[in-house]
């Protein structure tokens, strides 16, 4: 399956994402399920590069309510503004770490990427 040829085509573009996230929760659930053939008492783990809330649109999908329920635990990586400048940017670890309980009580943090999605060059910090 492709993606539609338009981002301004919002229909597709949302048909899209759902089965593009019941695929990736589909894979999740093959190996979860291999991994527990294996070992009935292993701990699996699912981790998302960035989580539902702050994922891009268009193109990057991954549903963590879906992929959390497949998994004794559920991780992802955590995005925090570089130079928070709006009151959104300020509150960035608030609601990501709210929707992540929310997603899994437990969740597992692994990293955290500053500067995301700004795609230039990092800031040269004033000395």
Same mark, same amino acid.
């Given at each position: 399956?492709?993606? #539609?040829?338009?981002?301004d085509?919002f229909v597709?573009?949302y048909l ?16 979860a399920?291999?991994?527990?053939k294996v ?18 649109p ?8 879906l992929?959390?329920?497949l998994?004794?635990? =559920?991780?992802?990586?955590f995005?925090?503004?570089l130079? #928070? ?7 960035? &670890?608030? =609601? ?8 899994? &009580?437990? =969740?597992w943090?692994?990293?955290?990427y500053p ?9 040269? #910090?004033?000395?």
């Open positions: 399956m492709f993606p #539609p040829s338009a981002a085509d597709e573009l899209w994402r759902q089965w593009v996230g019941s695929a990736v929760a589909e894979q999740v659930r093959f190996v399920e291999a991994i527990r070992d009935p008492k292993a701990f699996t783990l699912v981790h998302s590069g960035m989580s539902s809330i702050v994922q891009d268009a193109c990057t999908t991954s549903d963590d309510m992929n959390a329920a998994t004794d635990r =559920y991780g992802t990586s995005w925090i503004p130079h #928070p400048t709006t009151p959104m940017d300020f509150t960035a &670890p608030d =609601y990501q770490s709210d929707w992540l309980r929310r997603v899994d &009580p437990e =969740y943090l692994h990293e955290f500067n995301h999605a700004d795609w230039c060059q990092p800031p040269t #910090p004033r000395l």
